[in-house]
T-cell receptor, first 116, second 118 residues
């Protein structure tokens, strides 16, 4: 069965610091990978996704993530965080069977607090 | 982008009553809708998957008689929490995908509904 693990449950950074949030998944086949963000009081929004092609994907608000197949990882990065990046970040994975996709499984989430 | 709307956003009910939460895709036809439950400081737990016009598929450990899901049209799915108890208090989130995201797997999320059972 698919599973997703996020190593950091709670991260506190100062503004302008660099961010890297880890995400590993367990599934040996073809996967689609996502990072979603949930700002305080708001619904989940897609930050970025990997479907195929270039393993380094760029998303909104300066975020990027790199898919490393050999490591089953899809870490999220941002070179310089802002106070407005304070939110909860979820990594999600679904497996692709014969072109169609299965359900989306989420990691436990990482709560990022950026101090001004 | 595709918009998914949930209603109500907050609901408080007495123990033993039933509560219905609606999930609508506003600008696309949702071939599949998913219902998640989010516990405090925990991840989103998939409860069930529903396809329009067919019975929902429930995840292991989710009581289908407790959490009734109806997907009557391509734009509406409902979750009814029957005979709610305090332990059912949670944040319920629906999500939907259209025919393009049947391939990509991307989901569009509703705002969530916070249920509090007294």
């Amino acid at each position: 069965a698919q599973s997703v693990s996020q190593h950091n449950h709670h991260v506190i950074l100062s503004e302008a610091a660099s961010l890297e949030l880890g995400c590993n998944y367990s599934y040996g086949g073809t996967v689609n990978l996502f990072w979603y963000v949930q700002y305080p009081g708001q619904h989940l929004q897609l930050l970025l996704k990997y479907f195929s092609g270039d393993p380094l994907v760029k998303g909104i608000k300066g975020f990027e993530a790199e898919f490393i197949k050999s490591k089953f990882s899809f870490n999220l990065r941002k070179p310089s965080v802002q106070w407005s990046d304070t939110a909860e970040y979820f990594c999600a994975v679904n497996a692709r069977y014969g072109g169609a996709t299965n359900k989306l499984i989420f990691g436990t989430g990482t709560l990022l607090a950026v101090q001004p | 982008g595709a918009v998914v709307s949930q209603h109500p956003s907050r609901v408080i009910c007495k123990s033993g009553t039933s509560v219905k939460i609606e999930c609508r895709s506003l600008d696309f036809q949702a071939t599949t809708m998913f219902w998640y439950r989010q516990f405090p400081k925990k991840s989103l737990m998939l409860m069930a998957t529903s396809n329009e016009g067919s019975k929902a598929t429930y995840e292991q450990g989710v009581e289908k008689d407790k959490f009734l899901i109806n997907h009557a049209s391509l734009t509406l799915s409902t979750l009814t929490v029957t005979s709610a108890h305090p332990e059912d208090s949670s944040f319920y989130i629906c999500s939907a995908r259209d025919w393009t995201s049947d391939i990509t797997g991307e989901l569009f999320f509703g705002e969530g509904s916070r249920l509090t059972v007294l």
